[in-house]
């Protein structure tokens, strides 16, 4: 199943990566700017955290998708580490301004919402990678190297 998506990943345009990546980019910045949440008062203490680490933790592997596309095309960025890097600092702006404009809405800002973007940003990256090698050993071709 992981060999089936990743072999689809591989092959999925790079104008399908980046509409969704924008369409994500809309839903998480009205979903994070709503002032008030159905049902979020009721939700166990802690909730809202792992709700920060799931959604930047799928941005940061999107993101790094189009980094890893772009960047091997032109051989900028040539390394899988400086992608990751590029990729950490993306989050790290947008969980910052994330929280400099929620008290614009209506919403309270709070250092550890971008704590838990930048552990989603991290773990889904790592899992990003383990999938990607998984792939890759299982793989009878070489894996493209765009998708690393």
């Not at 990729?87 to 209506?106: A, C, M, N, R, S």
């Amino acid at each position: 199943m992981v060999a089936t998506f990743a072999n689809r990943l591989a092959r999925t345009p790079s104008w399908v990566l980046w509409l969704l990546a924008a369409l994500y980019w809309c839903a998480l910045m009205l979903a994070l700017h709503y002032p008030d949440i159905p049902g979020a008062h009721n939700a166990p203490p802690g909730a809202d955290k792992l709700v920060h680490c799931l959604i930047y933790g799928v941005l940061a592997v999107l993101w790094r998708l189009l980094i890893g596309r772009q960047t091997s095309a032109s051989g900028v960025l040539g390394t899988a580490w400086r992608r990751d890097l590029l990729t950490f600092g993306l989050v790290i702006v947008q969980g910052v301004i994330d929280e400099w404009t929620q008290p614009l809405t209506g919403r309270h800002n709070d250092v550890w919402d971008l704590v838990f973007d930048l552990a989603g940003a991290v773990c889904f990256l790592a899992a990003y990678h383990f999938l990607a090698a998984r792939h890759a050993s299982q793989s009878a071709t070489p894996t493209p190297a765009h998708v690393y």
